[in-house]
């Protein structure tokens, strides 16, 4: 028997499937900027967690279906927790490679890639609510985006800023309503990390002393500083900008992670609501996550898949609040 539990998505790690060690932490990213006259700018991009990887062993009839199961994260490539003792992460399995020694014994070894660390997350934990989160990473976006500056940029925000504005509750929102909101964040993701690339281009030509030739025109050198200097400026902005809207996506996208799906056949939402989570009037969430039943409680008697979000609503049986 292990100490401790450890988690990767909905795979748990047994007996010898654990590992003696798991690395964590990472580094600062630090972006320097060598300027005219020995000025050196040091900007603080922000803490990025290195990649948690193991070895261990997959024993028993079963091993060879358990690493498959492992290899079918890869192969998926999609984001999936990473949990043990106290540490939570989103991840990405980067790598996985078995050994077939036998059916039943298969050494193995992972390597993630960090999306976010959730270990200080207040998601479950009686802390803000999901909306306040995401409203919160919207309002730290759109300062961010004033402070950079760019036309392209302002359009997309104002996008995702109506979108966002559209939805009432994102606990209890519908999965079209999530993927409205996703859409433009992806946009806004793309453009910034477009931009991104342009100013690091703009900073990687910098020439000799700071762009300052002999036989350039005055105006051409000074042009050129103060681009390598608004481009310096920009980049924290702009990588603070795609990690904000990074936790966006990802705390929109995962809403429905924990959300069951029941098939039934009449009924109607009170009951459901009731028997869920011990409150009648909650049946508005059930209402609002799956606008297919047309807003109405009472339930066809036709099969139906219902959808019964992660939290209640708390409107108190208004489905139109």
């Known amino acids: ?10 795979f748990q790690f047994d007996r010898e499937e654990v590992p003696e060690k798991i690395p964590f932490g990472g580094e600062q990213q630090l972006a320097v900027h060598r300027l005219v006259g020995g000025v050196k700018v040091v900007d603080a991009m922000g803490a990025f967690s290195g990649p948690p990887e193991w070895s261990g062993w997959l024993r028993g009839p079963k091993a060879l279906a358990r690493a498959r199961a492992l290899d079918g994260m890869r192969v998926a490539g999609a984001p999936v927790v990473l949990k043990w003792s106290e540490l939570v992460y989103a991840v990405l399995v980067r790598e ?8 039943y014994q298969i050494p193995y070894h992972i390597t993630c890639e960090v999306v976010e660390d959730l270990t200080l997350s207040t998601a479950g934990k009686g802390g803000p609510s999901i909306d306040s ?11 961010l985006v004033s402070g950079i500056g760019n036309i392209s940029l302002s359009s997309i925000m104002g996008t995702v800023k109506n979108a966002v504005s559209n939805v009432s509750s994102f606990a209890n929102a519908a999965q079209s309503t999530l993927n409205s909101v996703l859409q433009p964040i992806a946009a806004l993701r793309n453009e910034a990390q477009s931009i991104v690339a342009q100013v690091n281009n703009t900073l990687v030509n910098v020439t000799t002393l700071g762009g300052i030739l002999p ?3 005055i105006a051409r050198q000074v042009q050129t ?9 920009q980049l924290p902005a702009l990588i603070q900008l795609d990690r904000v809207m990074g936790r966006v996506q990802l705390n929109v996208g ?18 459901m609501a009731a028997k869920e989570w011990g409150d009648a009037m909650a049946w508005t969430g059930l209402a609002k996550a799956n606008p297919q039943l047309g807003g109405d409680p009472q339930l066809p008697p036709s099969v139906q898949t219902v959808t019964i979000p992660p939290s209640k609503d708390q409107v108190g049986g208004l489905v139109n609040s």
């Open 254 to 271: 995962s809403i429905y992670a924990s959300a069951k799906q029941v098939t039934v056949a009449g009924g109607n939402l009170m009951d």
């Open 225 to 233: 500083i103060s681009g390598q200097i608004l481009a310096a400026q």
């Open 96 to 103: 996985f490679r078995a050994d077939f020694e036998r059916f």
């Open 215 to 217: 036989n350039n025109p």
């Open 133 to 143: 989160l995401i409203n919160g990473d919207i309002a730290s976006a759109d300062s």
């Open 1 to 10: 028997m292990t100490d401790f539990v450890m988690q990767l998505g909905d």
